[in-house]
C-alpha cells in the first residue's frame, strides 16, 4: 500500500486577471522526506506554485492538501513550513542569532528553549559562533546559511525554498548545492525548491517537475528527466540537445524512420507517436554522439557534417558542426580522446538510435 503523500495538489489553477491560466489543472503529490525541485522558464507556473503552497497566494480553484487534509484556507504562519528566499530576507537590524530566533519568538517559546534551539540551527548550517554578527558583516553565502537556519529552527514540516542561491556566484552556488543535498539527507525533512537552473536540478534533487505554460511536462527522477525526456520541450529545456528537422517515413510500435532534407534516412525511438508524413524533430545529447573522420560512411544513423570549430570546457571538448539544411550541431567528446579534429575538416556523425528521440 502506497503511503499517503505529504502535499497534494489536487485540480489546483491560478489567474490573476480572470482569462490567461498561470497554473493549470495541477495535480501533483510531493512525498515525505523527498527533495522535490519545481524547473523552469520564467512565467512557467512554478513559482506561482510554491507561493500557493506556501499560503502567500491562493488558488483560483482547486484544493492543496496536506497529509491528507485541505489547507488552502490556512494562513501561512499556520501551515508549519519553513520558507528561504533569493533575497533571504533578513532583518538588518537585528544579530544572526535574534534574526533565526524570530519564528521561536512569533510561536511564544520560552528563551532558554530558544536560545537552545538557534544554537543548534546555526551549528546546522556551519554557522555557530557568529549570532552576534549583523547580516552587513556577513558574505552572500553566509546570509543563506541564516536564512535556512531560520527556515529549519522551528522544526518545520515542509521546507521551500524558491531560488535561494541565485544571488551567489558560480563557484559558492556548486558548494551551497552540495551542502543542501548533505542537509537534507541528515535532516530526512521534505524540501520543496523552485529553480530554473537545470544543472542546480540535476545536482539536488530526487524528483524534478518540469514547468512551461502553467504545466507539468513531466515529473520524474533525473536520471529518467534526462535520458528519457517526454516530449520536445524537456529535451530541449534540461541540458544540451542537438536537434535535427526532418520527416517520418516509416513506423514501427516504439521505433520510426525518418528523412533529412538532405536525403539522410535515420532511424530513431517515436516517443510520441507520430504518423508517416508528420514533419519532426529527431534529437540526441551531444555526448551520445560518435564521430567518424574516415571519407566513407561508417554505419547506418550517420550524417555528414563539417566540423565549425572547437571550444574547450574543462571537463570536455566540444565541437559545433554544420550539417546541411539543418541548424548548427553539438557534439560532446571527451578530453581523453586520442583524435581531435580540425576546423573545416568532413565528419561522419553517427547517432545510435537508441538514443536518438523523435518527437513531434
Known sequence: MTATPLVTFEKVQKTYDGHSLVVRDLNLEIQQGEFLTLLGPSGSGKTTTLMMLAGFESP???????????????????????????????FPHMTVAQNVAYPLQVRKMLADECDLKVKRALEMVQMGGMGARYPAQLSGGQQQRVALARALVFDPQLVLMDEPLGALDKQLREHMQIELKQL???????????????????????????????????????????????????????????????????????????????????????????????????????????IHTGQNKPCDNSIRAVLNDVMYFGDHLRLRCTVQEQEEATVKIPLSSMTVPTPGQALWLHLPPEHMRVYR
Open 184 to 290: 537534507h539527507r541528515e535532516l530526512g525533512l521534505t524540501f520543496v525548491y523552485v529553480t530554473h537552473d537545470q544543472s542546480e536540478a540535476l545536482t539536488m534533487s530526487d524528483r524534478v517537475a518540469v514547468f512551461n505554460d502553467g504545466e507539468i511536462q513531466q515529473i520524474d527522477v533525473v536520471t529518467n528527466l534526462y535520458e528519457t525526456p517526454s516530449n520536445r520541450f524537456v529535451a530541449n529545456f534540461v541540458g544540451d540537445n542537438t536537434v535535427f528537422n526532418a520527416t517520418v517515413t516509416t513506423t514501427t510500435a516504439q521505433h520510426c524512420e525518418v528523412r533529412l532534407p538532405c536525403g539522410t534516412l535515420m532511424t530513431g525511438l517515436n516517443v510520441n507517436g507520430v504518423h508517416t508524413g508528420a514533419k519532426v524533430q529527431a534529437c540526441a545529447r551531444p555526448e551520445r554522439i560518435v
Open 60 to 90: 483560483t480553484s482547486g484544493e492543496i492538501k496536506l497529509a491528507g487534509r485541505p489547507i488552502t484556507r490556512t494562513p501561512p504562519h499556520k501551515r508549519n513550513f519553513g520558507m528561504v528566499f533569493q533575497n533571504y530576507a533578513l
